[in-house]
C-alpha cells in the first residue's frame, strides 16, 4: 500500500511539472538566484565534509518544479561552520582540488516560497598525476585512515590542548582530509573534528569524549613538519560549543616532540565518499541555537535580491511545511457490500 501510495505522490508530481516544462537560459537571473539557493540548502542538510561553492549552471528546466544541474567545487569551510558558502576560500589546486555536480529538484509553491525537494551530489578528487604535473612538490592526499594521519592529528591537537586556555581539552572526532609532502621538508597536513573530553586528561590519548553520540563542538587544521624535533603549526575554529566559548583560537608553532602511542585509540573516520542525502518536502533546518547560521544571515539578502522577478526565490520561514493544495480523496460513505 505504502508503495503505491509513492508512484501516485510522484505520478503528481511528475503531471503537474512536466506539462509546463520548459527550457531556460543557464544566465536567467531566475535560475542563478535559485541556484545559489539550491546550494544553501544543500550546505545546511549534510553533516559531513566540507561546504560546497557554486561553480557552474549546466542546465536548467523551469516550470512548477526546477530541475537544475550545478556544477559544484569544495570549499575550506566544514558543513558546520556558521561561516556562509559565499564568504568560503575555495580549495586551491595545489592542495588538491575536489569538485563534482549536484543534481538538484527545487520546487515552487503558490505561496511564493522556493525550497530543495532532493539533490544528489557526485564529487571526485583532482587526479595526483595531474597536480604531478603543474606542482612536482605539492602534497598528496593520504588515506584518512592511515597511521601518519592519526599521527599529524593528534601531535597538532596534542599541542593546542598544552597551550590553549579553552576550560576542557579536546579529542580528535574525524580526519575529514589528510595529505603529506616529502619535499622540500617532510610534512602531513590534517583537518579534523573535534569533541570535549569528560575530564582534562594526561595523556591525550585517554580522554573520553564528554558527550557522546553529540555533534563536534570544532574544526581544526594541523600541519607537523620534519621528524623527531617537529614544527608545529595548528587553529581550531570553535563552532559547537557545549561547555567551552566560541572563538577562534590559533596556536602559532614551535619545537615539539612527537606524540608516541599512535596505535592506542582510533579516532572516528570520514567516509570518503560523498552519499546522497535526500531532503523531503519535510526537510528543513532545525531552529535551534547552534544551527548553520547561513539561515538567518541569507534569508533577508535571498530575499531581497530576487525580488521584482517572474519568480520569487524566497526562503520558507523556518516553521513552514509544504502542503500540496490538493483535496484528499473521500471514503464513499454508502453503507452498500460491495461487489
Known amino acids: 500500500m505504502l508503495i503505491l501510495i509513492w508512484i501516485f505522490l510522484t505520478a503528481n508530481i511528475l503531471c503537474v511539472s512536466g506539462t509546463s516544462l520548459v527550457h531556460v537560459p543557464c544566465d536567467d537571473k531566475t535560475v542563478e538566484n535559485l541556484s545559489r539557493l539550491a546550494i544553501t540548502y544543500i550546505n545546511e542538510d549534510r553533516q559531513t565534509g566540507y561546504k560546497f561553492a557554486l561553480n557552474r549552471i549546466t542546465n536548467g528546466l523551469a516550470g512548477k518544479v526546477y530541475y537544475l544541474d550545478l556544477d559544484v567545487l569544495e570549499t575550506k569551510c566544514h558543513v558546520l561552520s556558521p561561516k556562509s558558502w559565499k564568504k568560503?576560500?575555495?580549495?586551491?589546486?595545489?592542495?588538491?582540488?575536489i569538485s563534482g555536480n549536484c543534481n538538484t529538484t527545487v520546487l515552487h509553491t503558490s505561496e511564493g516560497f522556493s525550497y530543495l525537494y532532493s539533490y544528489d551530489c557526485t564529487l571526485v578528487p583532482?587526479?595526483?598525476?595531474?597536480?604531478?604535473?603543474?606542482?612536482?612538490?605539492?602534497?598528496?592526499?593520504?588515506?584518512?585512515?592511515?597511521?601518519?594521519?592519526?599521527?599529524?592529528?593528534?601531535t597538532s591537537l596534542l599541542k593546542y590542548n598544552r597551550q590553549?586556555?579553552?576550560?576542557?581539552?579536546?579529542?580528535?572526532?574525524?580526519?575529514?582530509?589528510?595529505?603529506?609532502?616529502s619535499s622540500p621538508v617532510p610534512a602531513s597536513f590534517v583537518?579534523?573534528?573535534?569533541?570535549?573530553c569528560s575530564v582534562a586528561p594526561f595523556p591525550e590519548v585517554l580522554c573520553e569524549p564528554g558527550h557522546e553520540g553529540k555533534e563536534p563542538v570544532g574544526f581544526c587544521v594541523g600541519e607537523v613538519f620534519g621528524h623527531g624535533q617537529q614544527d608545529v603549526k595548528?587553529?581550531?575554529?570553535?563552532?559547537?560549543?557545549?561547555?567551552?566559548p566560541t572563538h577562534n583560537v590559533q596556536i602559532h608553532h614551535i619545537h615539539k616532540p612527537s606524540f608516541q602511542d599512535v596505535g592506542a585509540v582510533r579516532p572516528q573516520l570520514a567516509d570518503p565518499v560523498y552519499q546522497t542525502i535526500p531532503a523531503g518536502p519535510g526537510s528543513l533546518p532545525a531552529s535551534d541555537s547552534t544551527s548553520s547560521s547561513e539561515s538567518t544571515e541569507s534569508t533577508e539578502a535571498d530575499s531581497s535580491e530576487e525580488a521584482g522577478y517572474s519568480v520569487r526565490a524566497v526562503k520558507p520561514p523556518l516553521n513552514f511545511r509544504h502542503v500540496p493544495r490538493r483535496q484528499r480523496r473521500q471514503i464513499p460513505t454508502s453503507t452498500a457490500p460491495p461487489h
Open 88 to 97: 568560503c576560500a575555495i580549495r586551491p589546486f595545489m592542495e588538491t582540488q
Open 126 to 154: 583532482d587526479p595526483p598525476e595531474k597536480l604531478r604535473l603543474r606542482c612536482p612538490v605539492c602534497p598528496l592526499l593520504l588515506p584518512v585512515d592511515s597511521n601518519e594521519a592519526i599521527a599529524a592529528a593528534r
Open 164 to 181: 590553549s586556555t579553552l576550560p576542557v581539552s579536546l579529542t580528535v572526532i574525524t580526519i575529514t582530509r589528510a595529505s603529506h609532502q
Open 191 to 196: 583537518e579534523f573534528t573535534v569533541q570535549e
Open 234 to 244: 595548528v587553529s581550531c575554529e570553535i563552532f559547537r560549543p557545549q561547555n567551552i
